[in-house]
Structures are given as structure tokens and as C-alpha cells.
């Protein structure tokens, strides 16, 4: 079996807090920035690009928290990735409603006192979830919305829209966060996170994985050695370390790269390790 970095599970209450805190801020914020964007575009694929992006966004700042409390515990990063998911998802759904609902609709041309009456509406239907649930439940029976060509969606059609809306922003914070942070090399001696370091060896491409790791197994380091040579080849391997200083422990991370035409938007990456430990390596 494959040897590979494990979290710890360190889950302190200040970290988890940390943690919470910021992605709270974030689900209040992004929200109504992401109901503003789908209103100025109201495109159903532009939306659904947007919910995914608000999913992502939200797992960065998570990221973030976790980052900064030294947070450790998949499980509990993504209780907190999917708490902070629904809230966001009931944000958005009581900003959405209180524009559609509001006198002026939706515009930028508002008055101090307008602006006023809109938090008020804001912060009420916060506080009364069973009252924007019948106004959702009311929105859906005549519809909020038309696909070109066709009449305005609403019923059975306008709940799956909503919750693949739902499964994208879920998606997008969940897949954020356990690629995240949290996955990463973590120094128990120095208690800090580990660097990746800046300059990348390049190996020749991977093309038996476990011939690879029988000799990283056995100790010989020397085919982790970056190879000059291969600066001008299209197909190699680069070698990522994440280290920390004084730590006898290094973690790297393989990637295959093809890249036939030398541009960066013709690079190909594929994953062959991750986070693999090595002990006393002079890499």
C-alpha cells in the first residue's frame, strides 16, 4: 500500500471557531454578491457557473480558516464546509426574495432610506424562515424566470433547477475544501504547516508507478534528483517537496506532465503521487 500523508486530527475549539467565523463571513457575503451577478446576467448557464464558483469561493475562505487555526480534521472541515454551504444557500434565497419582492426591484439607484427598507426586509425574513419558505413555496407557482424559448419555468421544472443550484454550491465548497488546505503536509515538530518549495525537480516520466515507489521504499533518493536534461523535453515528471525546517520528515508530490507544444495552455498534469513521506531524505 501506498504510504501517504495523513492528518492528524488536530481540531482545536479556537480552530474550529477560527474556522466558522470566516466562513459565516463569507456565507453572508459572496451570497449576495453571487444573487447581484445572476440578476445582472440572468442566464441559466451563467448562473450555474456562477453557483459552482460561490461553492469554490466559500471553500476558499474556509481554506483560509483552516489554514490560519491550523485546523486538521477532514471530518470536521467538512461539517463546517457543509454547514457553511446551507447557510449560505438560505443567505442567498432571502436576499434573492427580498429583491423580488421589494418596491423598487432590482437597481443600484437607491436611496439612503431605500436601502434601509431592504435590510429591514432582510434581516425579517432572516429571522422567519417558515415565511420565506411559503414565499419560495408562492414564487414557484408562477414562476421566476424563462428559458429562451420558452414560457416561464415554474413547478417540478423550478425545484430541480433549485436544487441542482443547491448540489453546485454544495459541490463546489465540499470539492474546495478536501483538496484544500486540510489535506496538506503539516510539521507536528514545528507545529506549523510545511512550505512548497519553490524550485521543482524534473524526472523522467512516470511510467511505472510502483517500480517508482519500490525504490523510494528502499531508500534510493537518487531518482528524485532533478535532470537538467529534460528542461527542453515535452514529457517529464516533476517532483514537489513540502518541507519544514529541522523536520526529518519531507513529503513530495508526482506529476506527469505533457506539454508537445511548449505552451502553458497545452499543458497536461496527471496526479501519480501525493503527499508520499520521506525520512532523513537529502533531496
Known amino acids: 500500500m501506498e504510504n501517504k500523508y495523513t492528518p492528524q486530527g488536530y481540531a482545536s475549539t479556537s480552530a474550529i471557531l477560527i474556522t466558522l467565523a470566516i466562513g459565516i463571513l463569507a456565507s453572508i457575503i459572496l451570497p449576495i454578491i453571487y444573487i447581484i451577478l445572476g440578476r445582472l446576467i440572468p ?28 485546523l486538521r480534521n477532514r ?20 436576499f434573492f426574495d427580498t429583491l423580488i419582492y421589494s ?17 429591514d426586509d432582510f434581516f425579517f425574513l432572516f429571522t422567519h424562515p417558515n415565511i420565506l419558505f411559503q414565499e419560495i413555496v408562492n414564487l414557484n407557482e408562477v ?12 413547478g417540478l421544472l423550478l425545484w430541480v433547477i433549485w436544487a441542482g443550484e443547491f448540489i453546485f454550491i454544495l459541490g463546489g465548497i465540499i470539492f474546495s475544501v478536501l483538496n484544500g488546505q486540510v489535506i496538506k503536509p503539516y510539521s507536528e515538530i514545528n507545529d506549523r504547516w510545511m512550505i512548497k518549495r519553490k524550485t521543482l525537480n524534473r524526472i523522467p516520466m512516470v511510467e511505472n508507478k510502483e517500480h517508482l515507489l519500490n ?11 532533478d535532470q537538467p536534461s529534460l528542461m527542453n ?10 518541507e519544514s525546517m529541522g523536520d526529518p520528515t519531507k513529503y513530495i508530490s508526482i ?8 505552451k502553458a495552455k497545452d499543458k497536461k498534469m496527471t496526479n501519480v503521487i501525493a503527499f508520499y513521506p520521506l525520512q532523513n531524505a537529502n533531496i
Request: proline share 1%.
Open 43 to 70: 442566464n441559466i448557464w451563467f448562473i450555474a457557473i456562477i453557483a459552482f464558483l460561490l461553492g469554490m469561493g466559500l471553500g476558499f475562505f474556509i481554506d483560509l480558516g483552516v489554514k490560519i487555526g491550523k
Open 75 to 94: 471530518k470536521i472541515v467538512t461539517a463546517i464546509a457543509v454547514f457553511c454551504g446551507l447557510f449560505a444557500f438560505y443567505v442567498q434565497w432571502v
Open 103 to 119: 418596491q423598487k426591484g432590482f437597481t443600484f439607484n437607491l436611496s439612503a432610506t431605500d436601502i434601509k427598507l431592504l435590510a
Open 143 to 154: 414562476g421566476s424566470f424563462r428559458i429562451k424559448g420558452t414560457d416561464t419555468v415554474s
Open 215 to 225: 525504490e523510494l521504499n528502499n531508500r534510493n533518493f537518487v531518482v528524485l534528483n
Open 233 to 242: 523535453e515535452a514529457n517529464y515528471a516533476e517532483v514537489i517537496i513540502f
Open 255 to 262: 506529476l506527469n506532465v505533457s506539454n508537445p507544444t511548449g
